[in-house]
């Protein structure tokens, strides 16, 4: 075999180039189906943001036209029948007239239910109306009580809408680790609306998305750029939707046990900030009967004799509750909540690891 003169088998020099024009045609191969799926990624992408973007268009339409074409039904939301009647009343100096009195066994016929119905002409007559929240949220709604009552819920809408598509922006941001929009934070806030109970409440004007959602989310956001104060402080705000504020006090207890006391912290400086607020603004003694009104909506919503939907409970304790006599709800109520957490304690064992990792 003939050989160069530096000892390199002379077939190297003739099967290279076929070696390298095979691997060359092997690379430009991979890259046109790595080109494929990435663009029918994106296809798919746009395709569900177009897709959820319509149905978010649809919801917008479909509340513009209740707000402002059907007057008797949206009366009976609890956007008006509540929290703009409460913040009518702390704007026309009645807010002794948010909580029943002591003595009271139901919110029917209570100075708040006159005052709905006042306010509300349309509202119907067999509905009962009542406020179960901390003085300080019926404040915060006296500059939408200056407004006509179909524009009024509009507007608590367009903030609400505003608010979850600022959630959207966090988690996504926190998903993509940049502070800036993109188009998937568009999209994510167009797709969450397609979470049917998070649209119909918004729909009927809850408190969930602005008092609930934002907070846990910011506070959340924070806490994962380790700013542990400042996120405290945020799920702090939580506390004016206390459904959402249990969350956000499980996350703090968590990350205590990792020796991240600053959530703690924070948590309580906002607390004792937005009680003594309500102090300052009201009066102790309307901050008492609000304790008072939580009492008595804990016993009128826990007894069936009230009208209490069995069937529309969506938790396996409230509907064990439910099942046993009102005199003994005091008793085994601690009991199946205790007992029903212990289920999901390594799940949130595991969220508090990823959260401290972070």
């Known amino acids: 075999m003939k050989r160069y003169s530096h000892g390199i088998d002379r077939r190297a020099y003739t099967t290279a180039p076929h070696n390298h024009e095979q691997s060359a045609r092997k690379c430009i191969s991979t890259s046109a189906q790595t080109t494929r799926e990435i663009g029918n990624r994106s296809r798919m992408k746009r395709q569900l943001s177009l897709i959820a973007a319509g149905w978010g268009f649809i919801l917008v339409l479909l509340f513009i036209y209740t707000d402002l074409q059907m007057p008797k039904e949206v009366s009976n939301s609890d956007y008006l029948m509540t929290y703009h009647t409460a913040g009518q009343l702390v704007r026309e100096g009645n807010a002794r007239q948010l909580y029943p009195p002591a003595d009271a066994t139901s919110f029917i016929d209570t100075d708040f239910d006159k005052a709905a119905h006042r306010i509300l002409p349309l509202l119907p007559a067999r509905a009962t109306a009542e406020y179960m929240y901390m003085p300080l949220i019926a404040g915060l709604f006296v500059p939408f009580s200056f407004l006509p009552l179909g524009y009024s819920i509009l507007a608590w809408q367009i903030l609400s809408l505003i608010a979850v598509a600022y959630s959207a922006f966090l988690i996504s941001s926190h998903a993509s680790q940049t502070d800036e929009a993109s188009n998937l934070d568009i999209a994510a806030g167009w797709?969450?609306?397609?979470?049917?109970?998070?649209?119909?409440?918004?729909?009927?004007?809850?408190?969930?998305?602005?008092?609930?959602?934002?907070?846990?989310?910011?506070?959340?956001?924070?806490?994962?750029?380790?700013?542990?104060?400042?996120?405290?402080?945020?799920?702090?705000?939580?506390?004016?939707?206390?459904?959402?504020?249990?969350?956000?006090?499980?996350?703090?207890?968590?990350?205590?046990?990792?020796?991240?006391?600053?959530?703690?912290?924070?948590?309580?400086?906002?607390?004792?900030?937005?009680?003594?607020?309500?102090?300052?603004?009201?009066?102790?003694?309307?901050?008492?009967?609000?304790?008072?009104?939580?009492?008595?909506?804990?016993?009128?919503?826990?007894?069936?004799?009230?009208?209490?939907?069995?069937?529309?409970?969506?938790?396996?304790?409230?509907?064990?509750?439910?099942?046993?006599?009102?005199?003994?709800?005091?008793?085994?109520?601690?009991?199946?909540?205790?007992?029903?957490?212990?289920?999901?304690?390594?799940?949130?064992?595991?969220?508090?690891?990823?959260?401290?990792?972070?």
């Open 191 to 358: 797709i969450s609306l397609t979470l049917i109970p998070l649209a119909l409440s918004i729909w009927i004007g809850q408190l969930s998305v602005i008092y609930g959602l934002l907070p846990l989310v910011g506070g959340l956001y924070f806490v994962f750029k380790r700013k542990d104060m400042l996120g405290g402080l945020v799920w702090s705000l939580a506390v004016l939707k206390p459904q959402f504020f249990i969350v956000a006090a499980m996350m703090t207890f968590g990350l205590a046990t990792a020796r991240r006391f600053k959530p703690m912290i924070g948590i309580a400086c906002g607390i004792i900030a937005i009680i003594t607020i309500n102090l300052v603004l009201f009066s102790p003694d309307l901050f008492r009967e609000w304790l008072t009104t939580l009492k008595l909506a804990d016993a009128v919503y826990s007894d069936t004799k009230f009208g209490v939907n069995t069937q529309l409970a969506t938790s396996l304790p409230r509907s064990i509750i439910l099942l046993l006599p009102v005199e003994q709800h005091a008793v085994f109520k601690p009991l199946i909540y205790a007992l029903y957490s212990r289920r999901y304690r390594t799940v949130f064992r595991q969220q508090i690891d990823q959260v401290t990792s972070a």
